[in-house]
């Protein structure tokens, strides 16, 4: 049983995993492993926070349709997701697990988001076009007419200004009579057209939730109650979305939901706009108000992120006081956790308080993110260890500038670990280290450990190069260019996984600090004759 089940009081239908904030690449790691965990004991279906309909572009991919992988992530994810490299990973794991199992039992990927930014959103004339073609009705024309020019609808000055805001001219209200009266026909059509209309449902819901959408925009309201308002109808939108996934997923079992903290907790959101405290209910606080102890929820807890540049919080903070144990994440019940201080915060992450803990039912801590440097410090902290960092004063090519080098001794021809952020072109390229934030540490394991982690020789490699996906995260994989002399590799490996590179830092550290020692008896008792 997954561990994080363990805690909960009762098993939930919906479980909801926060993150404080975006952009820490920890959070979604270790929610790959959670949902792939999850999986083994009915949790077939994953919700985050990203556009519903760009979603089923996402899902296709994940159900094995030939949809190209670079297509499932730009298009497949809303708010510029898909460039996360553990997004990419989530949607290859969902497939692989997908392979050859019958429908009933596969995994199935949903957005909830609604189809806009809190700052922008779209005209609702691809939808509404989308839907028509599912029908087969011709209203290009009218809905042509009535949108008229894109841009008076994403001009981001709309969304704050009532005056400049379409969403309650005549032309909008024509639109929402026409969105609600493509859903009824979608109803009417249900008997016979099962297949694709499940995908034609989200895309009338999505257009209807953009001209709601627009049509809060235009409300004249103060600029502090006009944000709240906002916020508001789109954890609405998010929590209808939720609530229709649950309505489809009822049937195979329960859902887990990923979103920023704020979308998740059962208490109000809250923010100081112009002196000011505004608040709204968000996503989580009307699912929770609705489906009572059917919904649970992890909420997400940051120590330092490099990532993001947030420093290591002080000892008398909740997230403070959550990592003086250990230094690996973490899930703790939240009647566990005493009083402490409130962090600071400057939006970037928003801290753990007394409510926030006291409406979770668990909270994961992340002790810190992990980055090339946070590594180094961990492989120069062993005995001996020095560090070589490529630059122009030290004869490196300009693609290799960065990439670190640890050596045992002075002889420096071969270093039992690396850690490389660039691809080298034509030689070692299936990483994609290229990919903001990436990096890779690499690994002298020798032939034995090699053949222990991998069931054949570093000299079999070849054979086998087939069977690797070396861009995945988390993941031990033979290096793509050294295997054949015993290295291997790992691709920003998160903190969970902490320990486990610890013992692989120590066979290939101990390898080294045996041919210093070699070394260093051959030049004090030089062989005769030499």
Same mark, same amino acid.
């Given at each position: 049983?997954?561990?994080?089940?363990?805690?909960?009081?009762?098993?939930?239908?919906?479980?909801?995993?926060?993150?404080?904030?975006?952009?820490?690449?920890?959070?979604?790691?270790?929610? #790959?492993?959670?949902?792939?965990?999850?999986?083994?004991?009915?949790?077939?279906?994953?919700?985050?926070?990203?556009?519903?309909?760009?979603?089923?572009?996402?899902?296709?991919?994940?159900?094995?349709?030939?949809?190209?992988?670079?297509?499932?992530?730009?298009?497949?994810?809303?708010?510029?997701?898909?460039?996360?490299?553990?997004?990419? *990973?989530?949607?290859?794991?969902?497939?692989?697990?997908?392979?050859?199992?019958?429908?009933?039992?596969?995994?199935?990927?949903?957005?909830?988001?609604?189809?806009?930014?809190?700052? #922008?959103?779209?005209?609702?004339?691809?939808?509404?076009?989308?839907?028509?073609?599912?029908?087969?009705?011709?209203?290009?024309?009218?809905?042509?007419?009535?949108?008229?020019?894109?841009?008076?609808?994403?001009?981001?000055?709309?969304?704050?200004?009532?005056?400049?805001?379409?969403?309650?001219?005549?032309?909008?209200?024509?639109?929402?009579?026409?969105? #609600? *009266?493509?859903?009824?026909?979608?109803?009417?059509?249900?008997?016979?057209?099962?297949?694709?209309?499940?995908?034609?449902?989200?895309?009338?819901?999505?257009?209807?939730?953009?001209?709601? !959408?627009?049509?809060?925009?235009?409300?004249?309201?103060?600029?502090?109650?006009?944000?709240?308002?906002?916020?508001?109808?789109?954890?609405?939108?998010?929590?209808?979305?939720?609530?229709?996934?649950?309505?489809? /997923?009822?049937?195979?079992?329960?859902?887990?939901?990923?979103?920023?903290?704020?979308?998740?907790?059962?208490?109000?959101?809250?923010?100081?706009?112009?002196?000011?405290?505004?608040?709204?209910?968000?996503?989580?606080?009307?699912?929770?108000?609705?489906?009572?102890?059917?919904?649970?929820?992890?909420?997400?807890?940051?120590?330092?992120?490099?990532?993001?540049?947030?420093?290591?919080?002080?000892?008398?903070?909740?997230?403070?006081?959550?990592?003086?144990?250990?230094?690996?994440?973490? !899930?703790?019940?939240?009647?566990?956790?005493?009083?402490?201080?409130?962090?600071?915060?400057?939006?970037?992450?928003?801290?753990?308080?007394?409510?926030?803990?006291?409406?979770?039912?668990?909270?994961?801590?992340?002790?810190?993110?992990?980055?090339?440097?946070?590594?180094?410090?961990?492989?120069?902290?062993?005995?001996?260890?020095?560090?070589?960092?490529?630059?122009?004063?030290?004869?490196?090519? /300009?693609?290799?500038?960065? *990439?670190?080098?640890?050596?045992?001794?002075?002889?420096?021809?071969?270093?039992?670990?690396?850690?490389?952020?660039?691809?080298?072109?034509?030689?070692?390229?299936?990483?994609?280290? *290229?990919?903001?934030?990436?990096?890779?540490?690499?690994?002298?394991?020798?032939?034995?450990?090699?053949?222990?982690?991998?069931?054949?020789?570093?000299?079999?490699?070849?054979?086998?190069?087939?069977?690797?996906?070396?861009?995945?995260?988390?993941?031990?994989?033979?290096?793509?260019? !050294?295997?054949?002399?015993?290295?291997?590799?790992?691709?920003?490996?998160?903190?969970?996984?902490?320990?486990?590179?610890?013992?692989?830092?120590?066979?290939?550290?101990?390898?080294?600090?045996?041919?210093?020692?070699?070394?260093?008896?051959?030049?004090?008792?030089?062989?005769?004759?030499?």
């Amino acid at each position: 049983m997954p561990p994080l089940l363990d805690l909960l009081a009762v098993s939930p239908d919906l479980l909801a995993l926060g993150e404080p904030t975006h952009g820490e690449s920890a959070f979604l790691q270790l929610r #790959n492993d959670a949902f792939l965990s999850l999986a083994k004991h009915g949790y077939l279906s994953i919700a985050v926070e990203s556009d519903r309909a760009a979603g089923l572009i996402a899902d296709e991919f994940v159900q094995g349709a030939a949809v190209p992988l670079d297509r499932a992530l730009s298009e497949g994810f809303s708010h510029g997701f898909g460039t996360a490299p553990a997004n990419r *990973d989530l949607l290859l794991r969902m497939r692989e697990w997908n392979a050859g199992r019958p429908a009933a039992e596969r995994l199935t990927f949903h957005g909830f988001d609604a189809p806009l930014e809190l700052a #922008n959103a779209p005209s609702p004339r691809r939808h509404l076009t989308l839907v028509c073609d599912f029908l087969g009705l011709d209203r290009s024309a009218e809905i042509d007419d009535l949108v008229g020019d894109e841009a008076r609808w994403s001009d981001t000055a709309a969304i704050w200004e009532p005056g400049r805001s379409v969403g309650r001219s005549t032309d909008a209200r024509a639109l929402r009579v026409l969105a #609600n *009266d493509l859903l009824t026909e979608l109803y009417l059509r249900a008997p016979g057209t099962a297949a694709g209309w499940p995908a034609a449902f989200v895309h009338a819901t999505s257009a209807v939730a953009l001209l709601r !959408y627009h049509a809060a925009a235009a409300a004249p309201l103060a600029p502090e109650e006009r944000f709240a308002r906002l916020a508001a109808v789109r954890d609405a939108l998010m929590a209808e979305n939720l609530l229709a996934i649950r309505s489809a /997923e009822a049937h195979r079992g329960p859902t887990l939901v990923f979103a920023h903290n704020t979308h998740l907790q059962r208490q109000p959101g809250t923010m100081t706009l112009a002196g000011t405290e505004v608040s709204w209910a968000g996503a989580g606080a009307i699912v929770a108000s609705l489906l009572g102890d059917r919904y649970a929820v992890i909420v997400g807890s940051l120590g330092a992120s490099p990532a993001l540049g947030i420093e290591a919080p002080a000892a008398s903070t909740y997230e403070g006081r959550l990592q003086q144990e250990t230094d690996i994440p973490r !899930y703790v019940p939240a009647s566990d956790i005493g009083p402490a201080e409130q962090r600071s915060h400057d939006y970037r992450y928003f801290p753990l308080d007394r409510t926030t803990i006291e409406h979770a039912d668990v909270v994961l801590h992340i002790p810190t993110g992990v980055d090339a440097a946070v590594l180094a410090d961990r492989i120069v902290a062993l005995p001996g260890v020095e560090q070589v960092v490529a630059s122009e004063d030290s004869g490196s090519p /300009e693609a290799a500038w960065g *990439d670190r080098f640890f050596f045992v001794g002075p002889d420096r021809r071969q270093p039992f670990a690396t850690i490389v952020e660039h691809d080298v072109p034509g030689f070692d390229e299936a990483a994609q280290l *290229d990919r903001p934030g990436v990096f890779r540490l690499n690994l002298d394991l020798g032939r034995s450990e090699f053949e222990r982690r991998f069931g054949f020789p570093p000299k079999a490699f070849e054979d086998h190069r087939d069977e690797y996906d070396f861009a995945r995260l988390d993941t031990l994989t033979p290096h793509p260019g !050294y295997a054949l002399h015993g290295f291997a590799s790992i691709v920003m490996p998160g903190p969970h996984l902490l320990p486990e590179i610890d013992r692989l830092l120590a066979v290939a550290h101990g390898r080294a600090v045996d041919r210093h020692e070699r070394a260093a008896r051959r030049a004090a008792d030089p062989q005769p004759g030499a």
